[in-house]
């Protein structure tokens, strides 16, 4: 399908704007672009909002949080988000609009974690924050008024890819009990070879250079930790025993690809999966629903995904 022409209009707009491509860029000032991204409405009203500090991966390291509360009576189901970025770039405030957004579509407590980035800190520091977030939600659940039982993990990007590895740790490592993880334009391996990446290297918004950027800077170590399940959720031994999942993938996206394959080994495994690619759109479109036509309704799209799957399970399917 052809590209959306209202996602032409943001690429030309980039485009005109100039500026070095991301890979070029100092992490610092990348940061800053990616805010400067942010949208410009406050987004969603919620019951309350609130910025706390939570214990994290490593012994004296504390996460902040924020942690959306719908208006009305709970318990509502709980997710545990975690940011895009590619674990460099992106935090609280980059996706306070989505979250916001989420917590009055579904509705549901979104808990939006702030873990540590790289290049200062780099893998497994980030997964071991989201799991250590995670097991914070649902160990509190009652406290935030959510429903422990309806716990998911959810994320976009880079926050896509820990979504999947949490998934993967809570398994492993005797829980918390995952109810769903919600996976939005994953990194789900690290490698370059896909189709997605050869036809949508360049021109795209997330190129294939930028992801490279990315992984560069997240690694120490490329040729053993790429291979972690922790940052390659498909290098599993297994996927089966995991929670079901909603894939989100984008026709002009370089990481549609892995998304998609990792739909497919859940699906393998046994897991309930269902997946969605949207035609004629690019990275995390979702997320621009202020200048995408296509992006508000595919939020709808997810809020309401979360909404049947965390009712289902509340209602014990």
């Given at each position: ?271 309930p999966v269902t997946s969605k690619r949207y035609d004629g759109q690019i990275h995390n479109f979702f997320t621009m629903a202020h200048v995408l036509t296509q992006g508000a309704a595919a939020g709808e799209e997810i809020s309401g995904v979360l909404r049947r799957a965390l009712a289902a399970r509340g209602a014990?399917?």
């Amino acid at each position: 399908m052809a590209l959306d022409p209202q996602v032409k209009a943001v690429l030309d707009m980039l485009a005109a704007a100039g500026g070095p491509p991301l890979e070029q860029m100092e992490v610092p000032a990348a940061r800053e672009m990616y805010l400067a991204m942010r949208p410009p409405t406050a987004g969603a009203e919620v019951g309350r909002v609130e910025d706390r500090k939570i214990p994290g991966g490593d012994a004296g390291v504390e996460i902040p949080v924020r942690i959306y509360t719908p208006g009305g009576d709970g318990p509502f189901p709980i997710v545990v988000y975690f940011h895009g970025g590619g674990w460099v770039i992106g935090d609280l405030e980059t996706h306070d609009h989505w979250c916001r957004s989420l917590a009055s579509g579904v509705p549901a407590v979104v808990v939006s974690v702030d873990y540590r980035l790289a290049p200062e800190t780099r893998f497994p520091a980030a997964a071991e924050d989201c799991f250590a977030a995670t097991r914070w939600a649902a160990a509190n659940a009652k406290s935030l008024h959510g429903d422990p039982a309806r716990l998911a993990v959810a994320g976009d990007s880079a926050g896509g890819n820990l979504s999947a590895a949490v998934a993967q740790m809570a398994r492993d490592r005797g829980g918390p009990a995952i109810a769903f993880q919600l996976l939005l334009c994953p990194v789900t391996e690290y490698g370059f070879d896909t189709a997605s990446y050869r036809d949508n290297a360049d021109g795209y918004l997330l190129t294939k250079s930028g992801m490279a950027w990315f992984w560069h800077l997240y690694l120490g170590d490329p040729a053993k930790e790429g291979r972690d399940p922790r940052a390659s959720p498909m290098r599993a031994q297994s996927l089966a025993g995991l929670p079901p999942a909603h894939v989100v993938t984008a026709e002009y996206d370089v990481l549609r690809d892995e998304g998609e394959a990792y739909a497919a080994k859940l699906r393998q495994a046994g897991v309930p999966v269902t997946s969605k690619r949207y035609d004629g759109q690019i990275h995390n479109f979702f997320t621009m629903a202020h200048v995408l036509t296509q992006g508000a309704a595919a939020g709808e799209e997810i809020s309401g995904v979360l909404r049947r799957a965390l009712a289902a399970r509340g209602a014990g399917a």
